[in-house]
């Protein structure tokens, strides 16, 4: 079972509507977790912190089950602005600190 | 000004040979890292350094070698360059390390491609 895994997409959906995206971690002893957006070649950049409660930042919400070890992110009303790649990251606390990032989900909103 | 900035942005070179990338944070944070983006845009870890100290190698081939001069700076040496380390190679910085941060600042890249 790889380390992060997500949905690579792509995820099409029309302006306005609301979008999930899914994120499953293999190491039960991970600590934090994070979304980060990473626009077509550029680099990565943090969207949101996941807590344990879950999280919400305007129009985005992250969810963590740590019982499941899954992490959700929630988009509402999209906009066209919206579209990038998606990515799940997980830092594996210990003597390592390992942040490991997922491979993507791709979203593009359609006008 | 730029918190991470990398050197040079793009990179073509002939297979056999050997660059070197440059990375420099402002930022005063002390760990620092090099992750790979392939064609298939999977970002994969290769170094991490606290201070200076190496903590992460992900048994990449040692043709790659990391510097780190100072907290500041971490390098990347590819020697013998292959087609297959063709790719993005992202500098990272982390303010804090084992406190669970994830919050990395990346540079902006630097295209590798070898012909």
């Known amino acids: 079972r790889k380390e992060v895994e997500q949905d690579p997409g792509p995820f099409n959906v029309p302006e306005g509507a609301t979008v999930a995206f899914n994120c499953t971690y293999s190491n039960s002893a991970s600590q934090s977790f994070f979304w980060y957006r990473q626009d077509c070649r550029k680099e990565p950049k943090l969207l949101m912190s996941?807590?344990?409660s879950g999280n919400e930042d305007g129009r985005f919400t992250a969810q963590l089950n740590r019982a499941s070890q899954y992490i959700s992110l929630l988009i509402r009303d999209s906009k066209l602005s919206d579209s990038a790649t998606y990515l799940c990251v997980v830092n594996m606390l210990g003597r390592d600190d390992k942040i490991i990032f997922g491979k993507g989900t791709r979203l593009h909103i359609l006008p | 000004d730029t918190a991470v900035s990398q050197t040079p942005k793009y990179l073509v070179t002939q297979m056999g040979n050997d660059k070197s990338i440059k990375c420099e944070q402002n930022?005063?944070?002390?760990?620092m890292y090099w992750y790979k983006q392939d064609s298939k845009k999977f970002l994969k870890i290769m170094f991490s350094y606290n201070n200076k100290e190496l903590i992460i190698n992900e048994t990449v081939p040692n043709r790659f070698s990391p510097k780190s001069p100072d907290k500041a700076h971490l390098n990347l040496h590819i020697n013998s360059l292959e087609l297959g380390d063709s790719a993005v190679y992202f500098c990272a910085s982390s303010p804090l390390r084992g406190r669970g941060t994830g919050e990395l600042f990346f540079g902006e890249g630097s295209r590798l491609t070898v012909l």
């Open positions: 996941v807590y344990s």
């Open positions: 930022l005063g944070h002390d760990t």
